[in-house]
């Protein structure tokens, strides 16, 4: 997987299966929309792949709330708080699924921009700097975090994704993230700038803006 472009860490202690990572909140989490028609279906099992991705995707969805949080507080472009109330939504939706699978939660008690994967919180740290005075940059480092959003989510409905609710939920964020690039790009393009996919190819990109 590509998960914003840097290779990450992918040993086993980023992730436990089997009840080892099992919550103990007093309040489970809610049940996403996409399954609340399925709450009484027999929970099927993940594949090693699915366990891995979820607990990337959780951290990666994290540093995309947290990065378009940061880029509201200094640029006051509402287009940011509503898609960072979105990614929080995408959060809660894995942390349902890392909850149901008793997969441990890699984002429990971290304040924004920290993160267990270290490589995770130079990338905040980055995307941050990069885009925290110049609020065209922020956008297109909010695009580029779209992009791969919907690079990975792709690639393991493509590749190894099996489970039910896996792919319910991933088909839902995908949809999310491509409404979301598409208001990035198209906030940069009404200032009179392009934006040129990184990630991406230029059909696949062209598709989704047309979308």
Known sequence: MKYLIIPLLLAGTLFTVNGQGKQTTKEQTAVPPCLQTQTAVQTASLNREEARSLVLLREEEKLARD????????????PFANIARSEQAHMDAILYLLERYDLEDPAAHKDEGEFRNRQWEALYLELTARGKDDPLEALRAAALIEETDIADLQEALDGFAENPDVIRVYSNLLRASKIHLRTFVRMLELRNETYTPAILSTDEFQRIMEG
Do not use: M, Q
């Open 67 to 78: 990065v378009y949080r940061f880029f509201h507080s200094r640029h006051s472009w509402r």
